[in-house]
């Protein structure tokens, strides 16, 4: 089954303490994003990739890292969270076109609470 | 990047045609608008996509003027199940801005 999965679905941790969003999607798609989505203000991206070791910053990339290792992983790191990251994260995925991308297909999500 | 300008919610009945208009006053000329949808606790799912004048498949139609400078999404005869978020999504390029959506509500 075509699909994009997120671990954990659910994550409580403190200020400080390191963290890894973990993001996989079987579908061979070149283009993998991380948004989050709070309250009021819809869903925001933080960084994209288009291949492996491709990566740039979305709207929202303050706070967060990724990286492109393997084309069908694109986890997202917080090495020091704040509550201000308090936030539902979906990963995305899609194929590339030119000059834009397919349809994205999302995961089911994590919710993260800093404390 | 285009930005869109959405109601902020819509009610309707089961049965009924709903159309939910999206504003994108600053499209550029190789945006796509497209459409997704939204349940609770869910990532979104793509519904539709369009450049211009109509396309449908077999859940919506969309209908874009000649300017582009709008769109809309036509859901014939909703139903309960229809009730989600609706976001319309104007991109060319590989960052993406989603704006706040259209909560919809569909009645009984």
């Given at each position: 089954?075509?699909?994009?999965?997120?671990?954990?679905?659910?994550?409580?941790?403190?200020?400080?303490?390191?963290?890894?969003?973990?993001?996989?999607?079987?579908?061979?798609?070149?283009?993998?994003?991380?948004?989050?989505?709070?309250?009021?203000?819809?869903?925001?991206?933080?960084?994209?990739?288009?291949?492996?070791?491709?990566?740039?910053?979305?709207?929202?990339?303050?706070g967060?890292?990724?990286?492109?290792?393997?084309?069908?992983?694109?986890?997202?790191?917080?090495?020091?969270p704040s509550?201000n990251q308090t936030?539902?994260?979906?990963?995305?995925?899609?194929?590339?076109?030119?000059?834009?991308?397919?349809?994205?297909?999302?995961?089911?999500?994590?919710?993260?609470?800093v404390? | 990047?285009?930005?869109?300008?959405?109601?902020?919610?819509?009610?309707?009945?089961?049965?009924?045609?709903?159309?939910?208009?999206?504003?994108?006053?600053?499209?550029?000329?190789?945006?796509?608008?497209?459409?997704?949808?939204?349940?609770?606790?869910?990532?979104?799912?793509?519904?539709?996509?369009?450049?211009?004048?109509?396309?449908?498949?077999?859940?919506?139609?969309?209908?874009?003027?000649?300017?582009?400078?709008?769109?809309?999404?036509?859901?014939?005869?909703?139903?309960?199940?229809?009730?989600?978020?609706?976001?319309?999504?104007?991109?060319?390029?590989?960052?993406?801005?989603?704006?706040?959506?259209?909560?919809?509500?569909?009645?009984?």
């Open positions: 089954e075509a699909q994009v999965t997120q671990n954990p679905r659910y994550l409580i941790t403190v200020t400080g303490k390191k963290l890894t969003v973990t993001c996989s999607q079987n579908m061979n798609h070149e283009y993998m994003s991380w948004y989050r989505q709070d309250p009021g203000l819809g869903l925001r991206q933080i960084y994209y990739s288009m291949n492996v070791e491709v990566t740039d910053k979305g709207d929202v990339p303050e967060y890292k990724v990286s492109r290792k393997e084309k069908r992983n694109f986890p997202l790191i917080l090495e020091s509550p936030s539902l994260y979906f990963c995305a995925s899609s194929l590339l076109l030119a000059g834009a991308t397919d349809t994205q297909y999302f995961g089911p999500g994590t919710r993260l609470t404390l | 990047l285009a930005k869109t300008t959405q109601p902020i919610s819509m009610d309707s009945y089961e049965g009924q045609e709903v159309n939910i208009t999206c504003s994108h006053n600053n499209i550029a000329t190789n945006d796509y608008i497209t459409w997704y949808q939204q349940f609770p606790s869910q990532g979104p799912r793509f519904i539709i996509q369009g450049y211009k004048t109509k396309v449908t498949n077999e859940v919506a139609s969309l209908f874009i003027p000649a300017d582009r400078k709008s769109s809309t999404l036509s859901l014939p005869r909703v139903s309960l199940s229809d009730t989600a978020v609706y976001y319309c999504l104007v991109s060319g390029t590989y960052k993406y801005i989603f704006g706040t959506g259209t909560r919809l509500k569909v009645l009984a």
